[in-house]
Each structure stands twice: as structure tokens, then as C-alpha cells.
């Protein structure tokens, strides 16, 4: 253990479930974070959200303290671990990301400025990635390219929180499955601080690879869209990280299924081919920035990019759907008895 320290004011919080592949590198990497000359973190703690595998395991071997909260979510567990912590920030690294030395070390100096709640930093990517962890990652780093230091997003697999925000604002909404993210972004700008953004700060990644369960997450990440952008209206155009074309591609994709119900009329053709082909020159700006960073197999993002938009749309129809029938996950409802649960689960605790 790293000898006690007064300037030690961080604590690690990595969300787990299910994570045995990749969790002992990620805490490999943190710990010696945690020992570094120097560094200010203080603790690590693994929430380990219901696993089944070796995740605790992997934890347990190096003395890693362990939460549980029995799989209640990713926004649950990350609660679990603020109430967990002592210090004045929380640093949150996923379970599939392996954190550079100086991660952290890069994020802190932006604390420094009392307006600034949080601050993010970016992914590198794991050794012998697949060409589909390639096209993902390049993506990220041109959508990254582009993001200024101040932000209006910042994902939590890498971003350093103050505390007191984090407490103050309730910390993650556990109502929302996917997405929690961007909307504790979200409430934290609306209740006047600022976020930041330092892509120097670097944790290499381990991206899906299997086109399926990609696709899969990014079908959620539609469906619950729908949720975010009800409850917190304006950020539908876009933000630091995507663009308003990039929200406009799943309505054009779901706009398709329509367009052929006039394939048997004269021309009927034209509609769906238009909203085909547009939807595809969509994806070639980005393919070919992509193209310029990694070379040119990363071209074969134009059909990644349009597959991916077909399944956000089925997530964002669902979504819709099921919001105006009052039924599933993000029914009015379900939303109401998940944060009922949350209440009980931390009045229990308390």
C-alpha cells in the first residue's frame, strides 16, 4: 500500500461486472498509478455490480477494497463508490481501460480552477486491436481531435469529479441503464459549473470485438436517448463530442422502412434510395478523416457508420414507442420505481 499522504486527495472508482478479462490489467495500471512518486490517489475501489465471473477474484489478489451492489447498473455502482470515498475528488476509469502513468496527473491541474466541476480525458487503444476496435477507436480520436478544453461532455471512463458536485447533485441518475454519462454532464452545466476536456490523458481501451455486441450497445444507446433528450431538452443538436448531423442519421435510417411502402407506385424507388444514399455520404466525412489519421482501411466505416444508424434507429423507434405506451425501461413509470429503489437501497445504507 502507497504510505500515507495528506496530498493524496483522490479516490479511483471502477464499475465492474462481468469484467475478468480485463480487470487485472486495469488494476495493474492503477495501482501503479496509486504508487507513483508523488501521486495524489488515494484509494482504489472495484464496485463489483453482480458478476459471475472472476472479477472479484482478480480485486481480492491485489488487495483491492470491494464494493457490491448486486446489479443495480453502472450508475449504481459509481454512486456506491462516491459514498464510498473520503477525499475531495473521484476519479472513475472503466473496467476495460488501462490507465497511462500519467492519467490522472494530467486531469488534476484543471481542479485547480474552482469553476471547473470535472475534467476528461481520451482513449488509447489495446494492442492487436481487430480492424472493427480500430474503426471504433479512430472514430473517438477524430471526434476527439475536434473537442476544445472546454466542454460540454465528458464520459466516465476516464474524468475526475469534485465531490462535493457529485454529492451536491445527487451523483448518477440510476434511473437511466445507458447514458449516464451525458447526463450528469448535462445537470452539472445546468447547475453553472464548467467541464474540461485534456487529451493528454490517456487510458488504452479494450473496444467491442464482435460486430454484434456492438451493434447490440448501440441500439440501447438510441433507446435511451429518447429518455435523455425528454428530460434534459437543447442538447439534441449536438455537443462537444457529436453534431447534429450525427442525431439526424437515426431518423433518416428509421425514416427508410417508411420510404418503401412506396416502392410500388410509379418512381416509388426514389425515396428510399435517396434516404439510402444520403444516409451513406453522411458517413464519408468521417471516413475519410478517419482515413487521413489510420490509413485507408479505416473506409470501411462508411458501411460501419450506416449499419450503426439503422440499429440506433430501431433503439430510437423502440424508444418512442415505448415512452408513448408507458411501457419498458423508459416508461414515466419504470423511471419512477428505479429511483424509488435508489432511495430505499441508500436510506438502507446510511
Known amino acids: 500500500m502507497p504510505p500515507s499522504d495528506r496530498a493524496r486527495d483522490v479516490t479511483l472508482v471502477i464499475p465492474a461486472r462481468d469484467a475478468g478479462r480485463t480487470i487485472g490489467a ?24 453482480g458478476s459471475r465471473d472472476g472479477t472479484r477474484a482478480e480485486a481480492g489478489a491485489r488487495g483491492i477494497d470491494i464494493l457490491r451492489t448486486g446489479g443495480r447498473g453502472a450508475g449504481a455502482a459509481r454512486n456506491a463508490g462516491i459514498e464510498a470515498a473520503t477525499t475531495d475528488l473521484v476519479w472513475f476509469v472503466d473496467a476495460d481501460c ?39 477507436h479512430e472514430e473517438i480520436m477524430v471526434r476527439h481531435a475536434r473537442m476544445g478544453a472546454d466542454v460540454d461532455f465528458v464520459a466516465t471512463f476516464n474524468v475526475v469529479y469534485r465531490s ?47 460486430l454484434s455486441r456492438y451493434l447490440r450497445v448501440q441500439r ?64 464519408l466525412p468521417m471516413a475519410l478523416a478517419m ?21 440506433r434507429s430501431a433503439g430510437l423507434a423502440m424508444g418512442v414507442i415505448d415512452r408513448a405506451l408507458g411501457r419498458g425501461s423508459i416508461a414515466r413509470a419504470a423511471l419512477a420505481r428505479r429511483a424509488q429503489d435508489a432511495r430505499q437501497v441508500r436510506g438502507g445504507s446510511a
Open 26 to 49: 486495469c488494476l495493474d495500471a492503477a495501482i501503479a498509478v496509486r504508487d507513483r512518486a508523488g501521486s495524489r490517489l488515494a484509494r482504489v475501489i472495484v464496485v463489483d455490480d
Open 291 to 311: 482515413a487521413r489519421r489510420a490509413g485507408p482501411a479505416m473506409l470501411a466505416f462508411v458501411a460501419l457508420g450506416t449499419v450503426r444508424a439503422c440499429w
Open 220 to 283: 440501447q444507446q438510441g433507446y435511451w436517448r429518447v429518455a435523455l433528450h425528454l428530460e434534459h431538452r437543447g442538447h439534441a443538436r449536438g455537443d462537444s463530442y457529436s453534431g447534429i448531423t450525427d442525431h439526424a442519421q437515426p431518423f433518416l435510417a428509421a425514416a427508410l422502412p417508411a420510404s418503401c411502402a412506396l416502392l410500388p407506385l410509379p418512381g416509388g424507388w426514389t425515396a428510399p434510395t435517396a434516404l439510402a444514399l444520403l444516409l451513406v455520404i453522411l458517413q
Open 164 to 210: 462535493e458536485v457529485l454529492r451536491a447533485l445527487g451523483g448518477f441518475d440510476e434511473r437511466y441503464l445507458k447514458g449516464q454519462d451525458a447526463e450528469l454532464a448535462f445537470r452539472v452545466l445546468e447547475a453553472g459549473h464548467r467541464l474540461r476536456f485534456d487529451r493528454g490523458s490517456v487510458v488504452r481501451h479494450f473496444h467491442a470485438d464482435r
Open 98 to 136: 488501462v490507465a497511462s502513468p500519467d492519467a490522472l496527473e494530467l486531469l488534476l491541474p484543471h481542479l485547480a480552477d474552482g469553476a471547473v466541476a470535472g475534467a476528461g480525458g481520451t482513449y488509447g487503444i489495446a494492442p492487436g486491436a481487430t480492424l472493427l476496435e480500430r474503426l471504433i
